[in-house]
């Protein structure tokens, strides 16, 4: 008999390639397809943890170029595991493009179930939990387990793709770290996060995503999938070639329209001279002369330059500020005046009711003098 100590296995663990994501559909493609060769080069299994597809009904090339990748990777020899995303969970009844994938042969769907994979005698065991809405996500999850029966000597993994409320600061009520540690497994895989992590000493591992897609600070760092060796129980990230991403803040203080223009101009000469094929983020911030508003400084952006104008922010929030406070003034003024006219007229009118009166004075006499009608 084996025990989990004895395994030597190589888990390729994959996540989010969002195969079709419109804005960088061909990095989505390209970088999947290395992401999934090169596992399939190193590894025994493949697992993927959600969102292959960035939608729920992809296109016909889209799921041509899927397709594709996994007959490769099948041709190889090496099983693929994968269980939908966000981006992939349809209405209960409806096909989703995990379930072709698995008509077509090419991947073992999970989704509130597991598979044995077995190898010169050694036991993995895979649970799979598709996306589903968060709110639900600790009960739903917590009853499908209670149909995985554990093997003797097995190494035990549960696959989902969830909101981890410590990981992306949200409110209470979701998965957390302290309900995947008590789980009954050697490892948890989770998607839906797109930068990798590692939580719970390794036992929570996130792969993140192999295409960028938010253009978020975080997604400067490199693309790739982790291999995971079941005897040291160590993970090893394997970074993919893809194209650079440069995240750039630029501030400017008490700035002409010209001096803007010019500044970010040169900024993006300098960064295509580093890497002329890469996608860039500048967030202009600061202050601008007198006069002049954020919504002056129009750039027009290149392709796969993207820019975000956040000039003159505290201004407009200062404005925002003041139309909040004066709202809530008025507020506290209808209160004052409701709760004044209630006081005079205690115990001795009681045809109307103050806080109606009100609204029908705010709305015109006329009005008024129709709601006092008897």
Request: with cysteine; charged share 30%; aromatic share 8%.
């Amino acid at each position: 008999m084996f025990c989990a100590s004895d395994i030597i296995m190589r888990i390729g663990i994959i996540a989010d390639n969002h195969l079709g994501y419109p804005r960088f559909e061909n990095d989505s493609y390209i970088q999947a397809e290395r992401a999934f060769s090169s596992a399939a080069e190193r590894c025994d299994l493949i697992i993927v943890a959600g969102d292959i597809f960035d939608a729920r009904v992809p296109k016909l090339e889209t799921l041509e170029k899927g397709l594709q990748i996994f007959n490769d990777v099948k041709k190889k020899g090496v099983p693929v595991f994968a269980i939908h995303g966000n981006h992939e969970r349809r209405t209960k009844g409806m096909t989703n493009p995990l379930e072709l994938l698995l008509t077509a042969g090419v991947v073992k769907y999970l989704h509130g179930n597991g598979e044995t994979f077995e190898k010169n005698g050694e036991k993995i065991q895979i649970f799979g939990v598709g996306n589903i809405p968060d709110m639900y996500a600790k009960n739903t999850i917590a009853k499908a387990i209670e149909r995985f029966v554990p093997e003797p000597g097995a190494f035990k993994i549960l696959v989902i793709h969830q909101t981890i409320s410590e990981i992306l600061k949200t409110e209470e009520g979701e998965l957390t770290l302290d309900f995947l540690e008590s789980l009954p497994f050697d490892l948890v895989i989770n998607g839906h996060v797109h930068n990798r992590m590692e939580w719970l000493n390794g036992k929570l591992l996130i792969p993140g995503s192999t295409v960028v897609t938010q253009l978020k600070k975080d997604e400067t760092e490199p693309r790739g999938y982790y291999i995971y060796d079941t005897r040291t129980r160590k993970a090893e990230y394997i970074p993919i070639a893809c194209r650079d991403f440069f995240y750039e803040e630029m501030v400017f203080e008490n700035a002409s329209e010209e001096e803007v223009r010019q500044k970010v101009k040169k900024k993006i000469e300098e960064l295509r001279e580093k890497s002329p094929t890469a996608i860039v983020l500048l967030k202009i911030k600061g202050t601008l002369k007198e006069g002049l508003l954020s919504s002056d400084i129009a750039i027009e952006e290149e392709k796969d330059i993207y820019i975000v104008n956040e000039l003159n922010a505290v201004d407009i929030k200062s404005k925002l500020d003041k139309i909040r406070k004066i709202r809530e003034e008025k507020a506290s003024v209808k209160e004052i005046a409701v709760a004044e006219l209630e006081k005079r007229i205690e115990g001795k009118i009681t045809l109307f009711k103050p806080l109606e009166l009100f609204d029908r004075l705010v709305e015109g006499p006329e009005e008024a003098l129709e709601y006092l009608k008897i």
